[in-house]
């Protein structure tokens, strides 16, 4: 056992990506690296809108703000690793393994959280509009965010303690793209039932608890909807939130698709089920979420007019 541990220290892995094909590997790099640009370039974009206009710093805007930079951080987490093994370069160290794996579980974390907080906030707009301002004021949007930022942490930390305790005395061949508790577990020579344990209740508690916090605000907001009198109301409830059970379907969708099935099941699916919520999920939130949003579109436009004046007169 103290070799299969000295082992692991200095243990390096090699990340098999993807693909194994050559011919495959240029068109993804140049695929992967222009959704990850749009993601950075629209993630930012919010983030600095939203905290530049003075309009802009309602609730909704403020928890936006912070879903856009935990996007941005959460696919910066995973994207650049996959640039370079798409670049032939697929090794890591077992330190950077357990660092990419701690961001990554705790930003992942804060999303679903984040997701929670947004889906309060539209619960609270259509279904207590008169009590708005007290219920989703600063104090509270601090607190939620807070909360989802602290409690990700925690959670992460956990599991990457556990994870650290390991030994890899097999292959250190990682069949995915980056470092993740799964793929790992199954080159562990160590017993990883606590893990496992850990990773179907604590992990499953923080991710489905937010999940059915969105599935229960999505239910009330129905039948606050379905309420409504006016044709012209309904519609601007559904305009107001509309776009969010889609986002939070596919993020959920995926994430429950990998990491609640068994060890046993097929490698392939669960790489690209990872691409759906480490990638593509990241990249349409600006779009769906704000880019899409009237007083954001306003903001921009404003913004852009104000930069075409300035350079006419120079």
């Avoid at 000295?6 to 959704?35: D, I, K, N």
């Avoid at 090794?91 to 701690?102: E, F, R």
Wanted: charged share 10%.
């Amino acid at each position: 056992m103290d070799a299969a541990n000295e082992t692991s220290e200095g243990a390096t892995f090699t990340l098999l990506g993807l693909t194994t094909s050559p011919g495959q590997r240029r068109p993804l790099f140049v695929l992967f690296l222009v959704l990850y640009l749009a993601g950075i370039l629209g993630n930012g974009l919010i983030v600095a809108v939203i905290r530049a206009s003075p309009t802009l710093h309602a609730p909704m805007y403020f928890l936006l703000a912070h879903l856009s930079f935990a996007d941005l951080c959460f696919t910066s987490v995973t994207v650049p690793k996959l640039l370079a093994n798409l670049s032939h370069d697929r090794s890591i160290s077992l330190a950077g393994c357990l660092t990419q794996m701690y961001f990554f579980f705790a930003l992942g974390v804060t999303d679903s959280c984040l997701l929670a907080a947004m889906a309060y906030d539209h619960y609270v707009a259509i279904r207590h509009p008169l009590h708005y301002a007290t219920r989703m004021s600063r104090a509270v949007c601090t607190a939620l965010v807070g909360t989802a930022w602290l409690m990700s942490r925690v959670h992460s930390l956990l599991h990457i303690l556990l994870m650290a305790h390991l030994s890899f005395c097999a292959s250190h061949q990682v069949p995915h793209f980056f470092c993740d508790h799964q793929p790992l577990l199954r080159l562990s020579c160590s017993d990883s039932s606590h893990i496992q344990l850990l990773v179907f209740t604590e992990g499953a508690a923080v991710v489905v608890t937010p999940f059915l916090l969105i599935l229960a605000s999505c239910g009330a907001i129905t039948a606050a909807v379905l309420q409504l009198p006016s044709a012209t109301g309904k519609l601007r409830a559904v305009s107001t939130c509309g776009s969010h059970p889609a986002m939070v379907g596919l993020f959920y969708r995926t994430v429950i698709a990998v990491y609640f099935q068994p060890m046993s099941r097929e490698a392939e699916r669960g790489r690209v089920a990872s691409v759906m919520y480490t990638v593509v999920t990241p990249m349409l939130n600006p779009v769906i979420y704000s880019l899409r949003n009237r007083d954001v579109q306003g903001v921009l436009r404003a913004l852009f007019t104000r930069q075409r004046i300035s350079a006419g007169d120079s």
